[in-house]
């Protein structure tokens, strides 16, 4: 990654009063980029939007993706370079509640953010970020590479496989002069489950294992066996920023979609996770199976980033247990009421500075 190719690029950033948009509106800011976010108010309370001050240091609009004529005036009057797109409905549970509202966000407003963009004279690049979520499941544990058929059971699924599709058609539509000429690079990203400091979201796992924690009462999990790519939220951040950055270099090449997963090692079963959270969380945290109804739910998702090591040269550098000690520090910084935005900076400068050589873990 090019740290200075950042410097006073111009990026608008959707979503960013949300957990991952936190963290990367931060980086963003810390990379000296000319950011303006475009969001709801931020969707959880307590926020890492509003304890971390994010606000500060960058331009931050309120405002819906399904509304398409707010978001074309922002994007005109700012003029960015470079837009990354991680406005969305991101719960499978709350899809079931509400699939039409998912849909609605994860599809038309996906379907926005291109149309917008696409007479914008300042645009180089466009990153929509989807989820691994995306592909069809075939209940065979087998990791996905980014030619697989997309699909999906549930609504949130659904509405991210549809999310790459329209983002294909948009880039093959309106993107490209011809096969060998790109107007502006046009990619898709996918990513596993990311863990960090500051997510309160509801019905996730780590959010809802703080909370345990911090009130010392049982976790009741829906799926202990379920095995997903457990990453922090730094490693696909530094992804996307390294897939923007030769998006607007060669856009004919890095165009298309890219999937950024942790280590084989990592991608363990909900129960390690919660057994390796009971040894960092020294609060004699505990949890039990909740064998009640439950929405169905995938029971094994897999990544395969060849193509993102390979081409790109990324390459997750937390490992899982060095992702849960900077999650769990950070929430203890919170309890102990010191400043969010250093510490998070802090974290991200760490991060940042052990790049350069193999991570030793403790």
Same mark, same amino acid.
């Given at each position: 990654?090019?740290?200075? !190719? ?29 950011? @303006? ?25 309120? #405002? ?58 300042? %645009?180089?690049?466009?990153? %929509?970020?989807?989820?691994?979520? +995306? ?5 065979? =544990? ?12 549930? &609504?949130?699924?659904?509405?991210? /496989? ?10 093959? $539509?309106?993107?490209? /002069?011809?096969?060998?000429? !790109?107007? *502006?690079?046009?990619? $898709? ?8 400091? #500051?997510?309160?979201?509801? =019905?996730?796992? %780590? ?19 379920? @095995? ?15 897939? *923007? ?14 999937? !950024?997963? &942790? ?21 004699? !945290? ?9 929405? &169905?739910?995938?029971? +094994? ?14 390459? &997750? ?30 974290? %991200? ?6 790049? $350069? ?6």
């Amino acid at each position: 990654m090019n740290s200075g !190719f950042w410097r006073k690029k111009k990026i608008l950033l959707t979503g960013h009063t949300g957990f991952k948009g936190s963290w990367f509106s931060l980086w963003l800011q810390e990379l000296g980029a000319e950011l @303006v976010g475009y969001a709801l108010p931020p969707p959880t309370e307590p926020s890492l939007f509003a304890l971390a001050n994010v606000a500060v240091g960058m331009h931050s609009c309120q #405002g819906d993706v399904l509304d398409l004529e707010h978001l074309r005036k922002v994007l005109n009057q700012h003029q960015p370079e470079i837009v990354f797109h991680l406005a969305a409905q991101s719960l499978v549970r709350e899809s079931y509640a509400d699939p039409v509202g998912t849909f609605s966000t994860n599809v038309i407003g996906t379907a926005h953010v291109l149309e917008a963009v696409r007479t914008l004279p300042s %645009i180089r690049g466009v990153l %929509i970020v989807t989820s691994d979520k +995306c592909y069809e499941n075939l209940g065979d =544990d087998s990791a996905h590479c980014e030619t697989d058929r997309l699909g999906g059971d549930d &609504p949130y699924s659904a509405s991210k /496989a549809c999310a790459e599709m329209v983002t294909s058609a948009y880039r093959h $539509s309106f993107f490209q /002069a011809d096969k060998l000429h !790109f107007i *502006a690079g046009v990619a $898709s990203a996918r990513a596993g489950n990311v863990i960090g400091g #500051g997510d309160w979201a509801s =019905d996730r796992l %780590i959010p809802d294992a703080v909370r345990s924690a911090s009130q010392r009462t049982e976790l009741r999990v829906r799926n202990p066996d379920a @095995v997903r790519p457990w990453q922090h939220v730094l490693e696909p951040l530094r992804g996307y920023l390294m897939l *923007a950055e030769q998006l607007c270099n060669d856009p004919k090449r890095f165009s298309g979609s890219w999937n !950024f997963g &942790p280590e084989k090692a990592d991608i363990i079963p909900v129960r390690q996770i919660l057994d390796r959270l009971q040894n960092l969380s020294g609060k004699g !945290f505990t949890w039990s199976s909740d064998p009640g109804a439950h929405p &169905p739910e995938t029971r +094994c998702l897999r990544l395969d980033s060849a193509k993102s090591r390979t081409e790109l040269g990324w390459q &997750p550098h937390w490992h899982l247990d060095s992702a849960l000690r900077a999650t769990v520090d950070w929430h203890k910084s919170y309890e102990a009421g010191k400043d969010m935005r250093v510490v998070t900076e802090q974290q %991200i400068r760490s991060y940042q500075s052990h790049l $350069s050589r193999p991570e030793i873990l403790g």
